[in-house]
């Protein structure tokens, strides 16, 4: 609250007070009508952002090119989506132009996001506060306008008191004095009864009694109206005036944390807005119309020159031109498309670049299916160590079932892994490199499985011979007890087929028991090799 107050310097302005609050009141009501338009302008300034990209964006051109984090890679991800789904070849995608252009439609997308934020920061932080703050100053203005008009009236009343009594007495100094003149008159009169002169002293003593009277009263209400008006005029007046100016303060403070609060939003969203813009910005300085070009020579470019022409006798039959064949239509007959799918599997029919990448996309995606098909195994080997640990889980069948499954997975690796070793010899000989070695799929597994399988059933039959009800703890195995297999045993279907032979063997253990058996057989099979090839 300022140094000078209202209720000293404003005490007789009330009516220019209450029209000056009255203005602050109007004030903060159109504060709020400005508020609830520009939250409505941003969000319609959002739609219509959205709008516009939705217009004039490319015909199925994918939206994810609009992360400012990895604008690159989306941008990609993007072109690669769009060149199967329009009219619209790779390459154009592909383009330094249109990648830009992708690119600023996304930002695009992007700050239109920030303007409904922006609404949604004024909804909340300001717009709210406002109807809040022009409540309680409404409510408050009410209050202290009614406790005013309720000390003006008690004003009011203490000067009519004042005036009654005033009245009072000069009424009763009036009939006194009446009272006296008429008793002196019947005093002096000779004629006059000696009742008339006593009656007429007592209508005296009467009137002045009650003018007496009068004016005990009338000096009564003067000191309580001066002490009432002297409490009013400088205690509850400007008290109240006061109360008045700091309502008026507080509201004006308010005002100003919510404007500066309305600032404070719209700043917050300004360094990513000039991110998007910087964004929109390197993304030009990308363009380059050199590497536009060399592209459009990859995919249109090593076009044959048209044939000399020969001299042709009369009558004789012209040979066919296979020129220009490949500027006619793309609609294929069942002879084309047969060949294309002969030649498909090489891509023989794209250029060195474009061969060399569609045999890493495959490669890679045979990759991932070998991956899917490695965690698929994994999965089943779990369920059947679960059903060995808790045989009310499953049944007979079920194991059974999973062991058939691993070994059709088995199998699809086998055919995954001819796969990706021919893509990868189609690669390096493209890449002049040499042909990477090729790996023995199944081989050593079946060769390891049978080592095992056999050293299973060998020291099986010797403890059974032995009358051994039980086949001997892990740690007591010793190495000349097994067939010696190379170390490069390590396959999970190697391991879990050596799990298998042992509950064959041994129905009463359980695969975690045979897991056991399993390690220590590794172990010793691996010792017994190592010292033979010592």
Known sequence: MSELNWGETLWDQWDRVQEHTDNGLEFTKKCQEFVRDRIKLEIEYAKSLRGLKKRYKLKNAEDDSANSHGAKTSIKESVRNLSRRSNT??????FSTVKAYNVFLGQLELIARDHEIVAEGLQEKVAERLKVIHKETTNNRKNLCNTATQLQHEYKEWQVVLDRNQLKYEKAAKEADAASQAFARVNEDMNATKA?????????NYRQDLMEKSKGDYIIAVETTNNNQHEYYHQRWPGLINQMQRCEENRIEELKSILIEHCTIHSSILPHVTSCIDTMTDTCEKINPAEDSELLMEERGNQPYPPDHVFMEYGSKAPPSNFGAHNNSTRKTKKNR???????????????EKRKKAFKEKIKEIEGKISIQLKARAALE??????????ELGSADA??????QIDEITQTLEKLQEELYKYQCY????????APEKPHIGSHLQADTVSITSSVSHISANHSGSGDSEMPPPDQLSPVEFEPTPPA????????TMKCQITKYHPQWTLCQ?????????????????????
């Open 338 to 352: 047969k060949n294309t799918k002969v030649n498909k599997e090489g891509f023989e029919n794209l250029p060195p």
């Open 399 to 404: 194991m059974e079932d999973s062991r058939s």
């Open 489 to 496: 045993l390590t396959s999970l279907t190697a391991t879990l």
């Open 89 to 94: 070849s790779l390459d154009d995608q592909n």
């Open 514 to 534: 045979a897991s056991q058996w399993v390690t220590r057989v590794l172990c010793c099979t691996t010792t017994q090799h190592n010292t033979m090839t010592n």
């Open 196 to 204: 008339q002169v006593e009656k007429s002293r007592s209508q005296m």
């Open 427 to 434: 690669l390096a000989a493209l890449m002049d490199k040499a």
């Open 382 to 391: 779990e369920i059947l160590e679960l059903y060995s640990q808790k045989p």
